[in-house]
């Protein structure tokens, strides 16, 4: 696998844990006009569609497939958002594929969304498909589309909103402007009083995508300086891998030292977090497969986070141990 394609695999991951995490908030955010129409108890996350382009041959999943129920009634439909890292000429076909083959085997309404997360080109995206003839109009197919480096950050500061708070890292920052969106979302994240384990992928994904170097942490330390976060009680409780990188010790004895003594604390959060996903996920799991998972490399971590996306009963983890692990 090329580092390239490790990236890719990465950025759909974090961008799928995150979506899939804070789905309702995702839909408050950017589509408010469909939250009345949508009974949030019903939504259920339906597994990773796979589909074979018989013209390529190419293995095309399905990024998130949510099932709802429409509000006050018992009729369903789907709600497909694909997360796309790259610019493609034939995306919108192949939304349009994704949308025939959902609507042929489940036989309900389809609701399309496309997050289109690449910094550049930032040219506006189609964002519908069409087939015409001379005399007549056959196919015209639209989705919903939401392109990050067409939006500004500075529209979204005021959102109570833990999505926001993740994407405003993906929008259209100046460079200069890189550090004061770092400690934006921070005192976003303060405000908004999650759970430990949500704050961390949120913070997380930040971290991913808004790393700093040395100058830009000095004024992000100005910045929380100002916005008077330092001083704040829960800006401690939700200091993950970003801060213990630098803030924290950073803050009184500089960011390079805290890097290195980061780092071990930085690998048990991780695992920890894993755990509480796992725990999230399936229930509480045995206390001996608990122990066994802390004892596991980081690489091994890493690929348990992304596989327990799909796990939907403990045997699917002891299966994945089974297989990686024995």
Known sequence: MTETSERVIEHDRLFKELISTFFWEFLELFFPDLIPYIDQSSITFLPQEVFIDVTSGNRREVDLLAKVRFREQESFFLIHTETQSYTQADFPRRMFHYFA????????????????????????????Y????????????????????????????????????????????????????????LRLLVTLRLDPARNQLISGFIDSYLRLN??????????????GLIQEERFMEIVTSWMEQGIERGIEQGIEQGIEQGIEQGLQREITFVLRLLNRRLGTINPQIQEQIRSLPIELVEELGEALLDFETESDLLNWWAENCA
């Open 101 to 128: 083959r959902l609507d042929e085997k489940y036989a309900l309404p389809v609701y399309p969304i496309a997050l289109f997360s690449f910094d550049t080109p930032q040219r506006l995206e189609p964002n519908d």
């Open 214 to 227: 040395s100058s830009e942490k000095v004024v992000f330390t100005e910045e929380l300086n100002r916005l």
């Open 130 to 185: 069409q087939v015409e003839f001379p005399d007549r109009k056959v196919l015209e197919f639209s989705y919903a589309a939401i392109q990050l480096n067409r939006l500004n950050w500075r529209d979204f500061l005021r959102q109570q909103n833990p999505v926001a708070a993740a994407l405003m890292a993906k929008m259209r920052i100046e460079p200069q402007d890189r550090p004061q969106v770092k400690a934006e979302c």
